[in-house]
């Protein structure tokens, strides 16, 4: 895909701060540490476009950003938030499952860390984005950290802690950004579909 314009919009806590246009919702999801931020900024070939912070579950708000005036990447706060009150986790909760009901998602991304067995929190965010009906990719971050053996060997662990049937699962680094076409074309072709079907 050849990315012409990646914009920031908006951040939200609500559906009435959601852009209030039809335009399909690429969503990105993953545990607080796991490099979402980092991911969309190399995705975009931006370096701040989405805020990296040193101490991870920073984000606290829905964040839109505009691809080609096309489509939408949405941010979701990260999960395993650390240092947050049972409070806030609830909030935080509400907010996300008020978004996820949104029709406008075409894809929903969950990043997971290549090096880690998922944990129940990953295993209830990917089952929460099945249950919702949107297709989902699940991207493995940090690839450059382990030889090529051992990531058969964790690809194999995560495939079958999630049980996956016929997901897409690409182990990305941002580093070497490999794979990076081949998530773009998923992405693109996600966007694409969702303009056919409304």
């Not at 984005?129 to 949107?134: D, E, P, Q, V, Y």
């Not at 058969?152 to 690409?170: A, V």
Request: proline share 3%.
């Amino acid at each position: 895909m050849i990315l012409r314009s990646a914009n920031f919009i908006t951040s939200a806590v609500s559906k009435n701060d959601y852009p209030n246009d039809n335009l399909p919702h690429i969503v990105f999801s993953g545990r607080s540490n796991v490099g979402k931020s980092s991911f969309i900024n190399s995705l975009l070939n931006q370096k701040n476009i989405a805020r990296v912070s040193q101490t991870p579950g920073k984000t606290r708000l829905i964040n839109f950003f505009l691809i080609n005036e096309s489509f939408y990447f949405v941010d979701i706060p990260g999960y395993g938030y650390a240092n947050v009150s049972k409070k806030e986790i609830e909030k935080f909760a509400e907010m996300i499952d008020e978004y996820l009901s949104n029709p406008q998602i075409a894809l929903g991304v969950l990043l997971l860390d290549i090096r880690r067995t998922p944990n129940a929190d990953d295993l209830l965010m990917y089952e929460y984005f099945k249950s919702t009906g949107f297709n989902v990719l699940i991207i493995l971050t940090k690839a450059d950290k382990l030889s090529n053996n051992q990531r058969i060997k964790q690809i194999k662990i995560i495939k079958k802690e999630l049980n996956l049937t016929n997901e897409n699962l690409i182990a990305y680094s941002t580093k070497t950004k490999e794979n990076q076409e081949q998530i773009w074309n998923l992405i693109e072709r996600a966007a694409y579909n969702s303009y056919e079907s409304n």
